[in-house]
């Protein structure tokens, strides 16, 4: 399995990654900007421009783009993220100049059809009514907006109703003109395909393309530090701690991903066993980290009932202490760098998950980070690398907590 990059005259990065096994191809379209390059008046037309690319081009109605991915068997989709869109599609070998010439045209000629755009409106917010349905999916839009205040890296990826309502065609066209036509675009294969075959189709159908400059995000703001409560009429309070964590560039990310799968990350973690395994507190709780090309978060998330929130908290309190000083042995570590390592080799064998490593490698870090390099900064991990970033993350007075639940007030909750 090889990796190769070519840089077109305009800017835009080709990366594949040739897997002489896979009878696939895996392509994706990859574009620099996310939520995060959104104003509030603005928020989710990124969003919602990654819906319509689907709803037609010069050359292709919506069902035309739909029938000619599915009549050979493969699929298309796409995905907006804080810092980041993507459009990718799966075919056969054999049919890697369909989907690449599918996802050009997309890109290059959509139409953002009048009536297309207001039949859509109603399919995303129909979307944006199902996360606020879900109080899971809405703490996290709540975390969010709350830790980062005003600034973009809090608003949701998802937007509003009430922008979503009054984005015309000229707005959306004008946005995406500017946004997602800037250097920055990476366009990543994997599969049995040739690198010199995906650069020859890629230049053809989009080496022409004239990009902007890169948007520069907004630098992220201090985070607001309180306790955030969002009243639902539900049987559950659902809770969500939040700290500084680590960006996509920081040295102590492997340490980082240590910490976390001993903290929340697995079944065998802290979290897991006391809260849930020891004293049935929470179906759900864990931990997970959020990282940025910036700035990162840390977050602990659990389901409980009202009355049990307090002992979550207190018990999440003990836990965090606990680590901050230290207290976890050797075994813990080394549990969780093979859990670490086994989950990235397992993924490997996922053709989508090379496919946006290749991507975000690009994107964040301007190289490609192997398997063989990622392993051994998790093997070069140590207790005492670990003890050293628990000693400064942990520290409770750094968290954030928001919830969603049926309390009369914040201060039913403390932490």
Known sequence: MTVAKTVLGNGVTILSENVPHLRSATVGVWISVGSRAESPPDNGIGHFIEHMLFKGTARRRALDISREIESVGGTMNAYTDREYIFFFGKVLTKDFPLVADLLSDIYLNSLFDGQELDREKGVVLQEIFMVEDSPEELLHDFFHESYWGGHPLGLPIQGTSGNIAAFTRERVTEYFRDRFWRRGVVISVVGNVPHERVVAEFERAIGFLDLGERHVPEPPPVPQRGVFLRKRPIEQVHLCLGAPGVSRVDGRKYEAHVLNAVLGGSMSSRLFQEIREKRGLAYSVFSSLSAYADTGILKICAGTTPDKAGDVLAVTGEILSDLAAGRFGEEEVVLAKELIKGSILLSMEDAAFRMTRLAVGEMFLGRYE?????????????????????????????????????????????F
Request: hydrophobic share 45%; glycine share 12%; no cysteine.
């Open 370 to 414: 192997g398997v063989e390099e990622e392993i051994g900064g998790v093997d070069g991990v140590t207790p005492d690398k670990v003890r050293e970033l628990a000693a400064t993350m942990l520290r409770r007075e750094h968290f954030s907590l928001a919830a969603v639940g049926d309390l009369a007030d914040a201060s039913a909750l403390s």
